[in-house]
Protein backbone atom coordinates (compact mmCIF):
# COMPACT_ATOMS: atom_id res chain seq x y z
CA UNK A 1 0.00 0.00 0.00
CA UNK A 2 1.24 3.68 -0.90
CA UNK A 3 2.25 6.03 2.35
CA UNK A 4 4.61 8.67 3.18
CA UNK A 5 6.18 9.23 6.73
CA UNK A 6 7.34 12.55 7.85
CA UNK A 7 8.94 11.86 11.11
CA UNK A 8 9.51 14.68 12.48
CA UNK A 9 5.85 16.82 13.54
CA UNK A 10 8.09 19.94 14.59
CA UNK A 11 11.45 21.45 13.68
CA UNK A 12 13.32 24.84 14.94
CA UNK A 13 16.15 25.79 13.38
CA UNK A 14 17.69 29.43 13.45
CA UNK A 15 17.46 31.80 10.75
CA UNK A 16 20.45 31.47 7.88
CA UNK A 17 20.47 28.08 8.95
CA UNK A 18 20.30 24.96 7.22
CA UNK A 19 17.45 22.91 7.32
CA UNK A 20 16.32 18.88 5.82
CA UNK A 21 13.10 17.67 6.15
CA UNK A 22 12.83 13.67 6.70
CA UNK A 23 10.29 11.94 4.09
CA UNK A 24 9.76 8.42 3.77
CA UNK A 25 7.23 6.54 1.17
CA UNK A 26 6.15 3.28 -0.09
CA UNK A 27 4.97 2.85 -2.82
CA UNK A 28 4.76 -0.90 -5.47
CA UNK A 29 6.17 1.10 -8.65
CA UNK A 30 8.40 4.11 -9.41
CA UNK A 31 7.54 7.00 -7.50
CA UNK A 32 6.13 10.27 -8.22
CA UNK A 33 7.08 12.08 -5.82
CA UNK A 34 6.17 16.05 -4.50
CA UNK A 35 7.01 18.61 -1.64
CA UNK A 36 3.89 20.90 -0.91
CA UNK A 37 4.25 24.13 1.30
CA UNK A 38 0.93 25.33 3.31
CA UNK A 39 1.34 28.85 5.00
CA UNK A 40 -1.30 29.10 7.81
CA UNK A 41 -4.49 29.79 6.07
CA UNK A 42 -3.65 29.32 2.37
CA UNK A 43 -3.13 26.03 0.50
CA UNK A 44 -0.43 24.06 -0.81
CA UNK A 45 2.56 25.44 -3.27
CA UNK A 46 4.54 23.22 -5.02
CA UNK A 47 7.48 23.64 -3.99
CA UNK A 48 9.75 20.87 -6.27
CA UNK A 49 8.11 17.24 -8.05
CA UNK A 50 10.29 14.24 -9.21
CA UNK A 51 9.15 12.02 -11.63
CA UNK A 52 12.66 10.44 -13.41
CA UNK A 53 15.94 11.45 -14.19
CA UNK A 54 18.59 12.97 -12.17
CA UNK A 55 17.83 12.55 -8.34
CA UNK A 56 18.61 15.71 -6.57
CA UNK A 57 15.76 18.18 -8.24
CA UNK A 58 15.68 21.76 -7.69
CA UNK A 59 12.89 23.80 -6.98
CA UNK A 60 11.36 27.48 -6.52
CA UNK A 61 12.52 29.69 -3.09
CA UNK A 62 16.09 27.64 -3.14
CA UNK A 63 14.96 24.55 -2.00
CA UNK A 64 16.21 21.05 -3.41
CA UNK A 65 15.24 17.23 -3.01
CA UNK A 66 16.99 14.14 -3.33
CA UNK A 67 15.81 10.45 -4.15
CA UNK A 68 17.90 7.84 -2.89
CA UNK A 69 15.76 4.73 -4.13
CA UNK A 70 17.42 2.35 -1.93
CA UNK A 71 16.63 4.33 1.12
CA UNK A 72 12.82 5.32 0.04
CA UNK A 73 13.88 8.33 1.04
CA UNK A 74 12.66 11.78 -0.49
CA UNK A 75 14.52 14.69 1.78
CA UNK A 76 14.05 18.24 1.56
CA UNK A 77 16.86 20.84 2.13
CA UNK A 78 17.81 23.99 1.85
CA UNK A 79 20.97 25.62 2.84
CA UNK A 80 19.86 28.44 4.42
CA UNK A 81 16.48 29.12 6.15
CA UNK A 82 14.56 32.67 5.88
CA UNK A 83 11.91 33.80 7.98
CA UNK A 84 9.29 34.10 5.47
CA UNK A 85 10.23 29.69 5.23
CA UNK A 86 8.15 29.37 8.48
CA UNK A 87 5.42 27.25 7.26
CA UNK A 88 3.53 23.30 7.09
CA UNK A 89 5.76 21.00 4.46
CA UNK A 90 3.85 17.93 3.12
CA UNK A 91 5.86 15.50 1.48
CA UNK A 92 3.52 13.19 -1.31
CA UNK A 93 3.54 10.50 -3.64
CA UNK A 94 1.19 10.29 -6.64
CA UNK A 95 -0.42 7.41 -7.21
CA UNK A 96 -3.40 5.92 -9.87
CA UNK A 97 -4.97 9.19 -11.60
CA UNK A 98 -4.06 12.62 -9.70
CA UNK A 99 -4.81 10.66 -5.86
CA UNK A 100 -1.98 11.73 -4.06
CA UNK A 101 -0.98 10.30 -0.67
CA UNK A 102 0.27 12.84 1.95
CA UNK A 103 2.35 12.92 4.92
CA UNK A 104 1.23 13.96 7.94
CA UNK A 105 3.65 17.20 7.57
CA UNK A 106 6.47 19.15 9.53
CA UNK A 107 5.92 22.25 10.57
CA UNK A 108 8.68 24.28 10.60
CA UNK A 109 9.67 27.34 13.06
CA UNK A 110 12.13 29.84 12.12
CA UNK A 111 13.66 32.01 14.70
CA UNK A 112 15.66 35.29 14.43
CA UNK B 1 -3.96 33.12 -14.88
CA UNK B 2 -6.28 33.14 -12.29
CA UNK B 3 -5.45 30.00 -9.53
CA UNK B 4 -7.62 27.75 -8.06
CA UNK B 5 -11.00 29.63 -6.27
CA UNK B 6 -13.19 28.26 -3.88
CA UNK B 7 -16.18 29.34 -2.16
CA UNK B 8 -16.97 30.13 0.59
CA UNK B 9 -14.07 30.26 2.54
CA UNK B 10 -15.69 29.86 5.82
CA UNK B 11 -18.72 27.80 6.69
CA UNK B 12 -20.82 26.94 10.01
CA UNK B 13 -23.31 24.69 10.29
CA UNK B 14 -24.35 22.50 12.73
CA UNK B 15 -25.00 18.65 13.00
CA UNK B 16 -27.24 16.93 10.66
CA UNK B 17 -27.31 19.70 8.15
CA UNK B 18 -26.07 19.64 4.80
CA UNK B 19 -23.53 21.74 2.97
CA UNK B 20 -22.33 22.20 -0.42
CA UNK B 21 -18.48 23.65 -1.98
CA UNK B 22 -17.40 24.58 -5.18
CA UNK B 23 -14.45 24.74 -6.53
CA UNK B 24 -13.36 26.32 -9.68
CA UNK B 25 -9.83 25.06 -11.36
CA UNK B 26 -7.70 27.11 -13.32
CA UNK B 27 -8.63 27.82 -16.67
CA UNK B 28 -8.19 24.93 -19.05
CA UNK B 29 -7.75 22.29 -16.12
CA UNK B 30 -9.97 19.32 -16.69
CA UNK B 31 -9.15 17.44 -13.41
CA UNK B 32 -10.09 18.70 -10.05
CA UNK B 33 -9.34 16.68 -6.69
CA UNK B 34 -10.72 17.19 -3.70
CA UNK B 35 -9.08 16.39 -0.15
CA UNK B 36 -10.32 16.33 3.36
CA UNK B 37 -7.59 18.05 5.77
CA UNK B 38 -7.75 17.82 9.25
CA UNK B 39 -5.26 17.78 12.64
CA UNK B 40 -5.96 14.52 13.43
CA UNK B 41 -5.45 12.43 10.10
CA UNK B 42 -3.78 15.42 8.01
CA UNK B 43 -4.37 15.18 4.23
CA UNK B 44 -6.84 12.66 2.86
CA UNK B 45 -7.92 12.07 -0.79
CA UNK B 46 -11.64 11.76 -1.14
CA UNK B 47 -12.25 11.83 -5.24
CA UNK B 48 -10.88 13.22 -8.89
CA UNK B 49 -13.07 14.22 -10.99
CA UNK B 50 -12.27 14.44 -15.25
CA UNK B 51 -14.77 15.21 -18.18
CA UNK B 52 -17.79 15.30 -15.62
CA UNK B 53 -17.05 11.23 -13.97
CA UNK B 54 -15.57 10.52 -11.27
CA UNK B 55 -12.40 8.68 -11.91
CA UNK B 56 -11.05 7.74 -8.30
CA UNK B 57 -12.59 7.49 -4.53
CA UNK B 58 -10.91 7.51 -1.56
CA UNK B 59 -11.71 6.04 1.54
CA UNK B 60 -14.60 7.89 2.90
CA UNK B 61 -18.62 7.13 3.89
CA UNK B 62 -21.27 7.76 0.71
CA UNK B 63 -22.28 11.22 2.84
CA UNK B 64 -19.40 12.71 0.62
CA UNK B 65 -20.29 13.08 -2.90
CA UNK B 66 -19.12 15.31 -5.76
CA UNK B 67 -19.77 16.28 -9.34
CA UNK B 68 -18.28 18.14 -12.14
CA UNK B 69 -19.97 20.32 -14.56
CA UNK B 70 -18.91 20.69 -18.61
CA UNK B 71 -16.56 23.89 -17.60
CA UNK B 72 -15.10 21.39 -15.31
CA UNK B 73 -16.19 23.72 -11.81
CA UNK B 74 -16.71 20.87 -9.24
CA UNK B 75 -18.79 21.01 -6.09
CA UNK B 76 -18.60 18.12 -3.53
CA UNK B 77 -21.53 17.97 -0.95
CA UNK B 78 -21.79 16.67 2.47
CA UNK B 79 -25.06 15.14 4.02
CA UNK B 80 -26.18 14.60 7.27
CA UNK B 81 -22.89 16.76 8.67
CA UNK B 82 -21.21 15.21 11.87
CA UNK B 83 -18.85 16.88 14.39
CA UNK B 84 -15.81 15.07 12.83
CA UNK B 85 -16.40 16.50 9.43
CA UNK B 86 -14.67 19.80 10.73
CA UNK B 87 -11.94 20.23 8.43
CA UNK B 88 -10.39 22.11 5.81
CA UNK B 89 -11.69 20.63 2.01
CA UNK B 90 -8.74 21.79 -0.16
CA UNK B 91 -9.42 21.26 -4.11
CA UNK B 92 -6.81 20.67 -6.74
CA UNK B 93 -6.98 21.26 -10.45
CA UNK B 94 -5.01 19.39 -12.79
CA UNK B 95 -4.59 20.05 -16.69
CA UNK B 96 -5.16 16.19 -17.53
CA UNK B 97 -5.57 12.66 -15.48
CA UNK B 98 -2.95 10.42 -15.36
CA UNK B 99 -0.53 9.78 -12.72
CA UNK B 100 0.92 12.36 -10.41
CA UNK B 101 0.10 15.13 -12.84
CA UNK B 102 1.45 18.59 -11.04
CA UNK B 103 -1.97 19.67 -9.25
CA UNK B 104 -2.35 23.13 -8.51
CA UNK B 105 -4.49 23.57 -4.66
CA UNK B 106 -6.79 25.90 -3.98
CA UNK B 107 -6.97 27.78 -0.43
CA UNK B 108 -9.99 25.54 1.00
CA UNK B 109 -12.92 26.00 2.67
CA UNK B 110 -12.89 26.17 6.20
CA UNK B 111 -15.86 24.07 7.50
CA UNK B 112 -17.21 23.94 10.84
CA UNK B 113 -19.79 21.78 12.16
CA UNK B 114 -21.03 22.58 15.73
Known amino acids: AQSVTQPDIHITVSEGASLELRCNYSYGATPYLFWYVQSPGQGLQLLLK??????LVQGIKGFEAEFKRSQSSFNLRKPSVHWSDAAEYFC??????????FGTGTSLTVIP | KAGVTQTPRYLIKTRGQQVTLSCSPI?????VSWYQQTPGQGLQFLFE???????NKGNFPGRFSGRQFSNSRSEMNVSTLELGDSALYLC?????????????FGPGTRLTVL
Open chain 2, 92 to 104: ASSLVVGQANEQF
Open chain 2, 27 to 31: SGHRS
Open chain 2, 49 to 55: YFSETQR
Open chain 1, 50 to 55: YFSGDT
Open chain 1, 92 to 101: AVGATGNQFY
